[in-house]
Protein backbone atom coordinates (compact mmCIF):
# COMPACT_ATOMS: atom_id res chain seq x y z
CA UNK A 1 0.00 0.00 0.00
CA UNK A 2 1.20 3.29 -0.63
CA UNK A 3 2.78 5.22 2.02
CA UNK A 4 0.09 8.22 1.43
CA UNK A 5 -3.21 5.99 1.74
CA UNK A 6 -1.91 3.99 4.38
CA UNK A 7 -4.18 3.14 7.13
CA UNK A 8 -2.64 2.94 11.00
CA UNK A 9 -5.00 2.22 14.10
CA UNK A 10 -3.67 2.91 17.30
CA UNK A 11 -6.10 0.82 20.00
CA UNK A 12 -6.07 -0.85 22.90
CA UNK A 13 -6.66 -4.63 23.09
CA UNK A 14 -9.44 -4.27 25.57
CA UNK A 15 -10.83 -0.92 24.50
CA UNK A 16 -14.51 -1.19 23.28
CA UNK A 17 -14.23 2.44 21.59
CA UNK A 18 -11.07 0.59 19.53
CA UNK A 19 -13.45 -2.18 18.57
CA UNK A 20 -15.99 -0.01 17.13
CA UNK A 21 -13.18 1.29 14.79
CA UNK A 22 -11.76 -2.31 13.83
CA UNK A 23 -15.22 -3.80 12.74
CA UNK A 24 -15.93 -0.85 11.10
CA UNK A 25 -12.55 -1.22 9.06
CA UNK A 26 -13.16 -4.37 8.56
CA UNK A 27 -16.71 -4.28 7.42
CA UNK A 28 -15.36 -1.68 4.64
CA UNK A 29 -12.61 -3.96 3.67
CA UNK A 30 -10.05 -1.25 5.07
CA UNK A 31 -6.61 -3.00 4.89
CA UNK A 32 -4.95 -1.46 8.28
CA UNK A 33 -1.96 -1.41 10.09
CA UNK A 34 -2.67 -2.01 13.77
CA UNK A 35 -0.81 -0.58 16.88
CA UNK A 36 -1.02 -1.64 20.35
CA UNK A 37 -0.59 1.05 22.69
CA UNK A 38 0.32 0.62 26.17
CA UNK A 39 -1.83 2.89 27.33
CA UNK A 40 -0.03 3.40 31.07
CA UNK A 41 3.28 4.46 29.03
CA UNK A 42 1.73 6.03 25.91
CA UNK A 43 4.02 6.69 23.06
CA UNK A 44 4.85 9.78 21.70
CA UNK A 45 3.05 9.01 18.58
CA UNK A 46 0.07 8.71 20.26
CA UNK A 47 0.55 11.82 22.47
CA UNK A 48 1.35 13.71 19.18
CA UNK A 49 -1.33 12.19 16.98
CA UNK A 50 -4.56 12.90 20.00
CA UNK A 51 -2.78 16.21 22.25
CA UNK A 52 -6.10 16.88 23.00
CA UNK A 53 -7.42 13.34 24.62
CA UNK A 54 -4.53 11.38 24.59
CA UNK A 55 -6.47 8.21 24.12
CA UNK A 56 -7.29 5.49 22.05
CA UNK A 57 -8.38 4.68 19.06
CA UNK A 58 -6.61 6.93 16.72
CA UNK A 59 -6.60 6.35 12.86
CA UNK A 60 -3.96 7.68 11.13
CA UNK A 61 -4.84 7.51 6.96
CA UNK A 62 -2.62 9.77 4.33
CA UNK A 63 -0.39 10.98 7.41
CA UNK A 64 -2.88 12.92 9.24
CA UNK A 65 -4.80 11.85 12.15
CA UNK A 66 -8.53 11.36 13.37
CA UNK A 67 -9.65 11.23 16.78
CA UNK A 68 -12.55 9.88 18.80
CA UNK A 69 -14.48 6.94 17.92
CA UNK A 70 -17.74 8.15 16.79
CA UNK A 71 -15.85 10.62 14.55
CA UNK A 72 -13.69 7.91 12.65
CA UNK A 73 -16.65 5.96 11.54
CA UNK A 74 -18.00 8.85 10.31
CA UNK A 75 -14.79 9.50 8.33
CA UNK A 76 -14.97 5.54 7.50
CA UNK A 77 -17.95 5.99 6.15
CA UNK A 78 -17.25 9.12 3.82
CA UNK A 79 -13.67 8.21 2.68
CA UNK A 80 -14.42 4.60 1.94
CA UNK A 81 -17.80 4.92 -0.31
CA UNK A 82 -17.40 1.19 -1.59
CA UNK A 83 -18.39 -1.20 1.15
CA UNK A 84 -21.79 -1.43 3.05
CA UNK A 85 -22.70 2.41 4.39
CA UNK A 86 -22.32 2.77 7.90
CA UNK A 87 -24.80 5.07 7.74
CA UNK A 88 -28.83 5.59 6.12
CA UNK A 89 -28.99 7.74 2.81
CA UNK A 90 -32.29 9.28 4.00
CA UNK A 91 -31.51 12.37 6.24
CA UNK A 92 -34.18 11.46 8.89
CA UNK A 93 -33.13 8.04 9.41
CA UNK A 94 -29.30 9.21 9.70
CA UNK A 95 -30.74 11.86 12.49
CA UNK A 96 -32.70 8.93 14.03
CA UNK A 97 -29.10 6.16 14.08
CA UNK A 98 -27.04 9.57 15.58
CA UNK A 99 -29.47 10.05 18.13
CA UNK A 100 -29.92 6.57 19.39
CA UNK A 101 -25.95 6.00 19.02
CA UNK A 102 -25.41 9.46 21.44
CA UNK A 103 -28.05 7.94 23.72
CA UNK A 104 -26.14 4.68 23.95
CA UNK A 105 -22.90 6.87 24.16
CA UNK A 106 -23.92 9.27 26.76
CA UNK A 107 -26.77 7.39 28.62
CA UNK A 108 -26.32 3.50 28.33
CA UNK A 109 -22.51 2.68 28.68
CA UNK A 110 -22.03 5.68 31.28
CA UNK A 111 -24.52 4.05 33.33
CA UNK A 112 -22.63 0.43 32.64
CA UNK A 113 -19.60 1.98 34.17
CA UNK A 114 -21.58 2.87 36.72
CA UNK A 115 -22.74 -0.54 38.03
CA UNK A 116 -19.57 -1.54 37.39
CA UNK A 117 -17.22 0.66 39.22
CA UNK A 118 -19.80 0.81 42.51
CA UNK A 119 -21.10 -1.75 44.96
CA UNK A 120 -24.26 -2.07 47.73
CA UNK A 121 -26.91 0.55 47.66
CA UNK A 122 -24.89 2.86 44.85
CA UNK A 123 -24.93 -0.32 42.75
CA UNK A 124 -28.50 -0.91 43.25
CA UNK A 125 -29.09 2.53 41.81
CA UNK A 126 -27.18 2.07 39.19
CA UNK A 127 -28.67 -1.09 37.63
CA UNK A 128 -32.15 0.56 38.22
CA UNK A 129 -30.68 2.99 35.69
CA UNK A 130 -29.54 0.75 33.21
CA UNK A 131 -32.57 -1.21 32.98
CA UNK A 132 -34.62 1.99 32.55
CA UNK A 133 -32.54 3.23 29.85
CA UNK A 134 -32.91 -0.71 28.24
CA UNK A 135 -36.54 0.24 28.54
CA UNK A 136 -36.02 2.94 26.44
CA UNK A 137 -34.00 1.81 23.86
CA UNK A 138 -36.29 -0.75 23.37
CA UNK A 139 -38.61 1.03 22.71
CA UNK A 140 -36.75 3.06 20.39
CA UNK A 141 -35.73 0.26 18.75
CA UNK A 142 -38.97 -0.49 17.69
CA UNK A 143 -39.79 2.59 16.13
CA UNK A 144 -36.56 2.77 14.63
CA UNK A 145 -37.09 -0.79 12.90
CA UNK A 146 -40.59 0.24 12.28
CA UNK A 147 -41.63 -3.50 12.57
CA UNK A 148 -39.66 -4.74 10.01
CA UNK A 149 -36.73 -6.99 11.28
CA UNK A 150 -33.77 -5.72 11.35
CA UNK A 151 -31.23 -8.53 9.76
CA UNK A 152 -27.82 -8.18 10.67
CA UNK A 153 -24.45 -9.32 8.73
CA UNK A 154 -21.33 -8.40 7.96
CA UNK A 155 -22.79 -6.71 5.12
CA UNK A 156 -25.08 -4.45 6.67
CA UNK A 157 -23.57 -3.38 10.09
CA UNK A 158 -24.07 0.75 10.70
CA UNK A 159 -23.23 2.65 13.80
CA UNK A 160 -25.69 2.15 15.78
CA UNK A 161 -25.05 -1.61 15.59
CA UNK A 162 -21.55 -0.94 16.35
CA UNK A 163 -21.83 0.76 19.06
CA UNK A 164 -24.38 -1.65 20.96
CA UNK A 165 -22.09 -4.30 20.09
CA UNK A 166 -19.27 -2.67 21.77
CA UNK A 167 -21.16 -2.02 24.93
CA UNK A 168 -23.10 -5.24 24.80
CA UNK A 169 -20.83 -7.85 23.15
CA UNK A 170 -19.34 -8.81 26.50
CA UNK A 171 -22.60 -8.71 28.23
CA UNK A 172 -21.92 -12.36 29.29
CA UNK A 173 -18.59 -11.68 30.90
CA UNK A 174 -20.49 -8.57 32.61
CA UNK A 175 -23.12 -11.15 33.99
CA UNK A 176 -21.03 -13.32 35.25
CA UNK A 177 -18.68 -10.23 37.24
CA UNK A 178 -21.60 -7.98 37.99
CA UNK A 179 -24.16 -10.50 38.80
CA UNK A 180 -26.94 -8.77 36.76
CA UNK A 181 -28.34 -10.13 33.35
CA UNK A 182 -29.05 -6.89 31.19
CA UNK A 183 -29.43 -8.74 27.88
CA UNK A 184 -32.69 -10.42 28.80
CA UNK A 185 -34.87 -12.22 26.36
CA UNK A 186 -37.79 -11.31 28.48
CA UNK A 187 -37.64 -8.00 29.52
CA UNK A 188 -36.00 -6.78 26.28
CA UNK A 189 -36.74 -9.22 23.40
CA UNK A 190 -35.86 -6.88 20.46
CA UNK A 191 -32.52 -5.76 21.96
CA UNK A 192 -31.61 -9.15 22.97
CA UNK A 193 -32.07 -10.93 19.46
CA UNK A 194 -30.08 -7.84 17.96
CA UNK A 195 -27.34 -8.24 19.95
CA UNK A 196 -27.49 -11.93 19.69
CA UNK A 197 -27.19 -11.46 16.18
CA UNK A 198 -24.44 -9.11 16.01
CA UNK A 199 -22.26 -11.10 18.48
CA UNK A 200 -22.78 -14.29 15.00
CA UNK A 201 -21.51 -11.49 12.60
CA UNK A 202 -18.03 -13.43 11.49
CA UNK A 203 -15.92 -9.72 12.05
CA UNK A 204 -17.42 -9.61 14.86
CA UNK A 205 -16.15 -12.72 16.43
CA UNK A 206 -13.26 -12.63 15.08
CA UNK A 207 -12.27 -9.51 17.09
CA UNK A 208 -14.06 -10.27 19.97
CA UNK A 209 -11.75 -11.21 23.28
CA UNK A 210 -12.55 -14.56 24.36
CA UNK A 211 -15.00 -14.55 27.37
CA UNK A 212 -12.13 -15.36 29.88
CA UNK A 213 -10.00 -12.13 28.96
CA UNK A 214 -13.11 -9.97 29.37
CA UNK A 215 -13.94 -11.32 32.34
CA UNK A 216 -10.60 -10.87 34.03
CA UNK A 217 -11.12 -7.01 32.06
CA UNK A 218 -14.11 -6.16 34.20
CA UNK A 219 -12.85 -7.67 37.39
CA UNK A 220 -10.10 -4.92 36.66
CA UNK A 221 -12.30 -1.97 36.27
CA UNK A 222 -14.19 -2.83 39.12
CA UNK A 223 -11.01 -3.85 41.62
CA UNK A 224 -9.55 -0.32 40.47
CA UNK A 225 -12.50 1.43 41.17
CA UNK A 226 -13.77 -0.26 44.69
CA UNK A 227 -10.03 -0.27 46.25
CA UNK A 228 -7.89 2.70 44.52
CA UNK A 229 -6.00 2.58 47.58
CA UNK A 230 -4.83 -1.00 46.62
CA UNK A 231 -2.25 0.50 44.45
CA UNK A 232 -0.01 -2.89 44.75
CA UNK A 233 -2.64 -4.94 43.25
CA UNK A 234 -3.65 -2.27 40.96
CA UNK A 235 -0.32 -2.52 39.00
CA UNK A 236 -0.41 -6.17 39.23
CA UNK A 237 -3.46 -6.61 37.68
CA UNK A 238 -2.87 -3.75 35.38
CA UNK A 239 0.44 -5.35 34.82
CA UNK A 240 -1.47 -8.90 34.00
CA UNK A 241 -4.08 -7.10 31.99
CA UNK A 242 -1.55 -5.48 29.87
CA UNK A 243 -0.09 -8.64 29.20
CA UNK A 244 -3.11 -10.47 28.17
CA UNK A 245 -2.57 -8.57 24.61
CA UNK A 246 -4.00 -9.91 21.36
CA UNK A 247 -3.18 -12.40 19.71
CA UNK A 248 0.88 -13.28 20.43
CA UNK A 249 0.41 -14.42 24.05
CA UNK A 250 -0.39 -17.31 24.82
CA UNK A 251 -4.10 -17.88 25.68
CA UNK A 252 -3.90 -19.00 29.52
CA UNK A 253 -4.85 -18.10 32.85
CA UNK A 254 -2.54 -18.14 35.32
CA UNK B 1 -40.27 23.18 1.10
CA UNK B 2 -41.87 21.70 3.83
CA UNK B 3 -42.50 23.21 7.19
CA UNK B 4 -39.50 23.63 9.51
CA UNK B 5 -40.46 24.23 13.05
CA UNK B 6 -38.34 25.12 16.34
CA UNK B 7 -39.47 24.66 19.28
CA UNK B 8 -36.63 26.45 21.86
CA UNK B 9 -36.86 28.53 25.38
CA UNK B 10 -34.94 31.91 24.63
CA UNK B 11 -32.05 31.70 27.26
CA UNK B 12 -30.98 28.25 25.97
CA UNK B 13 -27.43 27.94 23.94
CA UNK B 14 -28.96 24.84 22.50
CA UNK B 15 -31.68 26.93 20.80
CA UNK B 16 -29.50 29.51 19.72
CA UNK B 17 -27.30 26.61 17.50
CA UNK B 18 -30.31 25.52 15.74
CA UNK B 19 -31.43 29.54 15.27
CA UNK B 20 -27.78 30.19 13.81
CA UNK B 21 -27.83 26.97 11.84
CA UNK B 22 -31.07 27.89 10.11
CA UNK B 23 -30.08 31.57 9.66
CA UNK B 24 -26.86 31.05 8.07
CA UNK B 25 -28.38 28.88 5.18
CA UNK B 26 -31.61 30.94 4.93
CA UNK B 27 -33.96 28.46 6.05
CA UNK B 28 -37.68 29.92 7.16
CA UNK B 29 -39.28 28.44 10.43
CA UNK B 30 -41.56 28.81 12.64
CA UNK B 31 -40.31 30.10 16.48
CA UNK B 32 -42.35 28.24 19.48
CA UNK B 33 -40.79 29.58 22.86
CA UNK B 34 -41.39 26.63 25.29
CA UNK B 35 -42.54 27.21 29.02
CA UNK B 36 -40.42 24.60 30.09
CA UNK B 37 -42.08 24.83 33.70
CA UNK B 38 -44.79 23.64 31.92
CA UNK B 39 -44.26 21.68 29.54
CA UNK B 40 -46.53 21.76 26.29
CA UNK B 41 -48.70 18.70 24.97
CA UNK B 42 -46.37 19.37 21.80
CA UNK B 43 -42.79 18.66 23.38
CA UNK B 44 -44.23 15.82 24.88
CA UNK B 45 -45.16 14.17 21.67
CA UNK B 46 -42.36 15.55 19.50
CA UNK B 47 -39.56 14.22 22.71
CA UNK B 48 -41.17 11.90 24.60
CA UNK B 49 -37.69 10.28 25.31
CA UNK B 50 -35.91 13.85 27.05
CA UNK B 51 -38.76 16.06 26.85
CA UNK B 52 -36.11 19.00 26.26
CA UNK B 53 -35.92 21.81 23.53
CA UNK B 54 -34.78 21.87 20.85
CA UNK B 55 -36.50 20.08 18.81
CA UNK B 56 -36.83 20.66 15.49
CA UNK B 57 -39.89 19.22 13.22
CA UNK B 58 -39.19 18.63 9.26
CA UNK B 59 -42.55 18.45 7.67
CA UNK B 60 -44.24 16.76 11.10
CA UNK B 61 -41.14 14.51 11.76
CA UNK B 62 -39.09 16.09 15.24
CA UNK B 63 -35.86 15.66 15.37
CA UNK B 64 -34.29 16.01 18.74
CA UNK B 65 -30.25 16.76 20.60
CA UNK B 66 -28.51 20.16 18.98
CA UNK B 67 -26.06 18.26 17.90
CA UNK B 68 -27.74 15.98 16.45
CA UNK B 69 -30.08 18.65 14.50
CA UNK B 70 -26.76 20.55 13.45
CA UNK B 71 -25.95 17.06 10.88
CA UNK B 72 -29.20 16.77 10.13
CA UNK B 73 -29.33 21.06 9.16
CA UNK B 74 -26.66 20.20 7.26
CA UNK B 75 -27.57 16.84 5.72
CA UNK B 76 -30.43 18.20 4.18
CA UNK B 77 -29.96 21.64 3.02
CA UNK B 78 -26.21 21.76 1.66
CA UNK B 79 -26.37 25.52 0.85
CA UNK B 80 -23.83 27.97 3.17
CA UNK B 81 -22.14 24.61 4.11
CA UNK B 82 -20.95 24.53 8.15
CA UNK B 83 -18.71 21.75 7.54
CA UNK B 84 -15.68 21.80 5.47
CA UNK B 85 -15.40 19.86 2.08
CA UNK B 86 -12.26 18.12 2.98
CA UNK B 87 -12.71 14.69 4.83
CA UNK B 88 -9.98 15.38 6.87
CA UNK B 89 -11.41 18.51 8.06
CA UNK B 90 -14.59 17.26 7.98
CA UNK B 91 -13.44 15.17 10.99
CA UNK B 92 -11.68 17.79 12.87
CA UNK B 93 -14.89 20.06 12.60
CA UNK B 94 -16.82 16.69 14.56
CA UNK B 95 -14.44 16.18 16.75
CA UNK B 96 -14.36 19.77 18.34
CA UNK B 97 -18.30 19.90 18.19
CA UNK B 98 -18.08 16.31 20.37
CA UNK B 99 -15.69 18.34 22.44
CA UNK B 100 -18.30 20.56 23.16
CA UNK B 101 -20.84 18.34 24.10
CA UNK B 102 -18.70 16.32 26.29
CA UNK B 103 -16.56 18.90 27.96
CA UNK B 104 -18.21 22.69 28.05
CA UNK B 105 -20.56 21.56 30.73
CA UNK B 106 -18.39 22.45 32.91
CA UNK B 107 -18.63 25.69 32.72
CA UNK B 108 -22.47 24.44 34.08
CA UNK B 109 -21.24 22.77 36.95
CA UNK B 110 -19.03 26.03 37.52
CA UNK B 111 -22.25 28.04 37.62
CA UNK B 112 -23.74 25.88 40.35
CA UNK B 113 -21.02 26.23 42.67
CA UNK B 114 -20.51 29.34 45.34
CA UNK B 115 -17.11 28.07 46.38
CA UNK B 116 -14.27 25.85 48.14
CA UNK B 117 -13.31 22.45 46.96
CA UNK B 118 -16.07 22.05 44.03
CA UNK B 119 -15.97 25.59 42.82
CA UNK B 120 -12.13 25.10 42.81
CA UNK B 121 -12.68 21.50 40.57
CA UNK B 122 -15.23 23.37 38.15
CA UNK B 123 -12.91 26.23 37.40
CA UNK B 124 -9.73 23.45 36.59
CA UNK B 125 -11.97 21.38 34.68
CA UNK B 126 -13.10 24.79 32.77
CA UNK B 127 -9.91 26.13 32.62
CA UNK B 128 -8.42 23.31 31.09
CA UNK B 129 -11.29 22.81 29.01
CA UNK B 130 -10.64 26.45 27.22
CA UNK B 131 -6.68 25.97 27.42
CA UNK B 132 -7.58 22.92 24.79
CA UNK B 133 -9.67 25.51 22.43
CA UNK B 134 -6.96 27.84 22.69
CA UNK B 135 -3.68 25.72 22.27
CA UNK B 136 -5.41 22.92 19.67
CA UNK B 137 -9.00 24.08 18.75
CA UNK B 138 -8.34 27.37 17.72
CA UNK B 139 -4.85 28.15 17.87
CA UNK B 140 -4.17 31.06 15.54
CA UNK B 141 -7.32 30.98 13.15
CA UNK B 142 -9.74 33.34 13.19
CA UNK B 143 -13.07 31.06 13.70
CA UNK B 144 -13.00 27.33 14.52
CA UNK B 145 -13.95 26.99 10.78
CA UNK B 146 -11.27 29.24 9.63
CA UNK B 147 -11.93 32.21 8.02
CA UNK B 148 -16.29 32.15 8.30
CA UNK B 149 -18.00 30.24 10.98
CA UNK B 150 -18.91 26.54 11.07
CA UNK B 151 -20.38 23.69 13.02
CA UNK B 152 -17.78 23.66 15.85
CA UNK B 153 -18.30 27.90 16.05
CA UNK B 154 -21.56 26.93 16.47
CA UNK B 155 -21.10 24.61 19.32
CA UNK B 156 -19.14 26.72 21.29
CA UNK B 157 -21.27 29.72 20.97
CA UNK B 158 -21.77 28.89 24.98
CA UNK B 159 -17.92 29.94 25.67
CA UNK B 160 -18.73 33.08 23.32
CA UNK B 161 -21.63 34.94 25.41
CA UNK B 162 -23.16 32.40 27.87
CA UNK B 163 -19.65 32.14 29.62
CA UNK B 164 -18.73 35.62 30.26
CA UNK B 165 -22.74 35.27 32.43
CA UNK B 166 -21.44 32.61 34.27
CA UNK B 167 -18.13 34.42 35.14
CA UNK B 168 -20.18 37.35 36.00
CA UNK B 169 -22.28 35.28 38.61
CA UNK B 170 -19.78 32.85 40.08
CA UNK B 171 -17.41 35.73 40.13
CA UNK B 172 -14.19 34.34 38.70
CA UNK B 173 -12.72 35.12 35.26
CA UNK B 174 -11.61 32.52 33.41
CA UNK B 175 -10.55 33.99 29.69
CA UNK B 176 -8.90 36.86 29.64
CA UNK B 177 -7.28 38.29 26.73
CA UNK B 178 -3.41 37.77 28.26
CA UNK B 179 -4.16 34.32 28.73
CA UNK B 180 -6.37 33.16 26.45
CA UNK B 181 -5.58 35.93 23.58
CA UNK B 182 -6.82 33.87 20.56
CA UNK B 183 -9.71 32.44 22.19
CA UNK B 184 -10.29 36.17 23.91
CA UNK B 185 -10.01 37.47 20.02
CA UNK B 186 -12.34 34.64 18.86
CA UNK B 187 -15.22 35.57 21.76
CA UNK B 188 -15.73 39.24 20.04
CA UNK B 189 -15.42 37.99 16.52
CA UNK B 190 -17.99 35.40 16.74
CA UNK B 191 -20.44 38.03 17.89
CA UNK B 192 -19.31 40.76 15.42
CA UNK B 193 -20.58 37.90 12.85
CA UNK B 194 -24.34 39.23 11.43
CA UNK B 195 -26.28 36.22 12.08
CA UNK B 196 -25.09 35.90 15.44
CA UNK B 197 -25.13 39.50 16.24
CA UNK B 198 -28.58 39.85 15.24
CA UNK B 199 -29.57 36.51 16.99
CA UNK B 200 -28.60 36.31 20.66
CA UNK B 201 -30.30 37.24 23.97
CA UNK B 202 -29.95 40.08 25.71
CA UNK B 203 -27.10 39.96 28.06
CA UNK B 204 -29.27 41.56 30.81
CA UNK B 205 -32.14 39.87 30.58
CA UNK B 206 -30.08 36.75 30.13
CA UNK B 207 -28.21 37.73 33.43
CA UNK B 208 -31.43 38.08 35.60
CA UNK B 209 -33.17 34.78 34.35
CA UNK B 210 -29.70 33.00 35.06
CA UNK B 211 -29.60 34.95 38.12
CA UNK B 212 -32.84 33.99 39.46
CA UNK B 213 -32.09 30.33 38.22
CA UNK B 214 -28.85 30.09 40.32
CA UNK B 215 -30.23 31.39 43.73
CA UNK B 216 -33.34 29.27 43.38
CA UNK B 217 -31.10 26.40 43.21
CA UNK B 218 -28.89 27.05 45.62
CA UNK B 219 -32.15 28.01 47.80
CA UNK B 220 -32.91 24.22 46.97
CA UNK B 221 -29.75 22.90 48.31
CA UNK B 222 -29.55 24.35 51.00
CA UNK B 223 -27.10 25.60 53.47
CA UNK B 224 -23.65 24.40 54.55
CA UNK B 225 -23.07 23.46 50.59
Sequence with gaps: MAEENKVKLHGMWASPYV??????????????????????????LLLQYNPVHKKVPVLIHNGKSICESLVILEYIDETWKNG???????PYKRAKVRFWTSFVEKELLENVLLVVRSEGEAQEKA?????????????????????ETHHIDGENMGILDIFLCSLFGAHKAQEEVLGVKFIDPEKFPLLSSWVTAFTEVAVVKALQPPHEKLVVVYQFLRQKALQPSAAEVEVKEGVYVRSLSRSHLPDTLI | MEEVKLIGTWPSPFSYRVIWALKLKGIPYEYIEEDLSNKSPMLLQYNPLHKKIPVLVHGGKPICESAVILQYIEDVWPQNPLLPN???????????????????????????TTGGEEQEKAKKESMEMLRALEEHGLRDKKFFGGDKIGIADIAFGQVAHWLEMIEDLVGVKLIEAHTFPHLHAWTKNFKQVPIIKENLPDYGEMLMYFKRARDNFLASRGPGM
Excluded: M
Design chain 2, 86 to 112: DPHERAVARFWVQFAENKVPCIWRLFR
Design chain 1, 127 to 147: IKVVFEKLKLLEEGLKDLFQG
Design chain 1, 84 to 90: PPLLPQD
Design chain 1, 19 to 44: QRVEIALKIKGIPYEYVEEDLVNKSQ
